[in-house]
C-alpha cells in the first residue's frame, strides 16, 4: 500500500492505493475505486475492500472524502453528497494518469453511503464500467425516511425547520456551529440494531480511527443530503453492470432490493444469510463472502481487448 494524494479541483484528497501481490510496474492492471461509508475514513472498511481486492490481481484505491479525514476541504467534518459523488469522479481521473492502470477497466466499489455514492457517480461517468454496492445505503433517502424507510418523505420537514432555526442562530447571531453524529453513542431500546452495531464499529478499538470522529455539520450537511436520491434516473442512466451485496437481516437491505429492481443494466443481487449491515464492514465471513462475489465480477466485467497487456 502507498499513501497517496490527488487533486479534486481546489481540494488535495488523501488516498491509499493497493497494489497486487507481483506488482510489475510496467505491466497494466484493471483497477477499482473503493468508496467508504458516510463518517468513515479509508483505514477502515474501505481500506479492508482494496486490500482484498489487491489481493485478487486489482489495483485499487480508497480514499478519504473531501472535508474529512486526511483529505483538504473547509469546512470540516461536512458530509455533501454531491461532492462525495464528485471525489468518486476525482478518483477516476487519478487512476486514469497511473501509466500501469488500463483506463478502459475501472469499475467502483462502494459500501453504505459509498454505494450510494458510487451509483450516482456511474450514473454519471461511464468510464465506471462496473459497479459492486455492499449493504447499500441512498443517504438522502434514508435520513428522510428512516433507517427502516418506513416513513413518508414529508417526514423531513421537522428537521428543516429546525436546521432553519440553527442555520440563522449561526450566521446572524453568532453561536456556535452544530454538529449531529453519524451514529448514536448512547443508544436506546429504538435504536435500530445496525446503528447499535454500527457504534460497536465506529466507538471500540474495533475499528475506531482518529480521523472518524463520529460527527458532521447540522446545517451544511442536512441541507444537501435531504434533497440527494442517489438512485435518481436509475433506471435510465446506470448501464453498467451491476452487483448488489447486502445481508438477510440488515435493516438497510430494503435500499439494495429498490436499487437491484430498478436497475435495468446487467444485474445481480446476492443475499447473504444471516447478515446484518455492519457485518460487512469487517467480520471476516461477511467480508469473504463479498470479494468472492465482487472480484469474479469485476474480472469478467472489466475484461477487455486491452486485458492482454497484463
Known amino acids: ?35 467508504h ?11 479492508l475492500y482494496a486490500a482484498k481486492l489487491a489481493e485478487q490481481g486489482f489495483v485499487a484505491l480508497a480514499f478519504d472524502a473531501s472535508f474529512q479525514g486526511d483529505s483538504g ?24 494518469t497511473l501509466g500501469f492502470v488500463d483506463p478502459e477497466r475501472i469499475g467502483a466499489l462502494g459500501i453504505c453511503a459509498g454505494g450510494g455514492y458510487a451509483v450516482n457517480a456511474a450514473m454519471t461517468d461511464h468510464r465506471i464500467k462496473a459497479l459492486t454496492t ?34 440563522t442562530a449561526e450566521s446572524a447571531r453568532g453561536a456556535e456551529a452544530a454538529y449531529l453524529p453519524y451514529v448514536p453513542a448512547e443508544p436506546d431500546e429504538n ?6 452495531e454500527a457504534g460497536d464499529y465506529y466507538l471500540t478499538p474495533r475499528a ?32 453498467q453492470p451491476v452487483l448488489v451485496v447486502a445481508g438477510s437481516e440488515a435493516g438497510s437491505l430494503w435500499m439494495s432490493t429498490e436499487l437491484h429492481g430498478r436497475a435495468r443494466s446487467p444485474k ?16 471476516p465471513e461477511y467480508v469473504g463472502r463479498a470479494i468472492a462475489e465482487a472480484a ?15
Open 37 to 47: 461509508p458516510g463518517g468513515g475514513v479509508k483505514e477502515q472498511a474501505a481500506g
Open 73 to 96: 476541504g473547509e469546512p470540516r467534518h461536512l458530509e455533501d453528497p454531491y461532492a462525495r459523488v464528485e471525489d468518486v469522479r476525482a478518483a477516476v481521473d487519478h487512476l486514469q
Open 208 to 239: 475506531q480511527h482518529p480521523n472518524a470522529g463520529n460527527r458532521f455539520l447540522f446545517t451544511r450537511s442536512v441541507s444537501r443530503i435531504f434533497t440527494f436520491d442517489a438512485f435518481h434516473m436509475v433506471e435510465d442512466l446506470l448501464v
Open 296 to 310: 469474479p465480477f469485476f474480472a469478467e466485467h472489466l475484461a477487455g481487448a486491452s486485458a492482454d497487456r497484463d
Open 268 to 283: 445481480k443481487l446476492v443475499l447473504v444469510e444471516g447478515g446484518t449491515h455492519m457485518d460487512f464492514y469487517d467480520v
Open 134 to 167: 455492499v449493504s447499500a445505503v441512498n443517504i438522502g433517502t434514508s435520513f428522510r425516511r428512516g433507517w427502516y424507510g418506513t416513513d413518508s418523505d414529508a417526514a423531513a420537514v421537522p428537521t428543516l425547520t429546525a436546521l432553519a432555526g440553527q442555520r
Open 191 to 196: 435504536t435500530p440494531r445496525d446503528l447499535v
Open 1 to 35: 500500500m502507498e499513501a497517496i494524494t490527488f487533486p479534486n479541483g481546489q481540494i488535495t484528497m488523501a488516498g491509499s492505493l493497493y497494489r497486487p501481490d507481483g506488482f510489475d510496474p510496467d505491466g497494466t492492471y484493471p483497477a477499482v475505486v473503493v468508496v
